[in-house]
Nanobody
Framework: QVRLVESGGGLVQAGGSLRLSCAAS????????MGWYRQAPGKQRELVAR???????DYADSVKGRFTISRDNAENTVYLQMSSLKPEDTAVYYC?????????WGQGTQVTVSS
């Protein structure tokens, strides 16, 4: 059974930093592309960042230069380092694991950025 558990969310002032973690189990982690998505109230879920099994990364334009995704295959964990946070980054952040036709999601962690 696939399980993705996010942690690290919270309340932070604008300009601050947070690091999200997603611990995976039930998958062969190193084969999966991993991603972070977010969903703000009243908006659709959107891609924030993703990292392939080979380590290539991709970011939403809105977070380029501020967020960094990384993975530790030995720990089955993917991270999202978020810096220079803005109020518009406020959302529930979800971890995603993708391999072929299978998509798996975590329960999400709330990030709130106050102005």
């Amino acid at each position: 059974q696939v399980r993705l558990v996010e942690s690290g969310g919270g309340l932070v002032q604008a300009g601050g930093s947070l690091r999200l973690s997603c611990a995976a189990s039930g998958i062969i982690f190193r084969f999966n592309a991993m991603g972070w998505y977010r969903q703000a109230p009243g908006k659709q879920r959107e891609l924030v960042a993703r990292i392939t099994s080979g380590g290539s990364t991709d970011y939403a334009d809105s977070v380029k230069g501020r967020f960094t995704i990384s993975r530790d295959n030995a720990e089955n964990t993917v991270y999202l380092q978020m810096s220079s946070l803005k109020p518009e980054d406020t959302a529930v952040y979800y971890c995603n694991a993708a391999l072929l036709a299978r998509d798996s999601w975590g329960q999400g962690t709330q990030v709130t950025v106050s102005s």
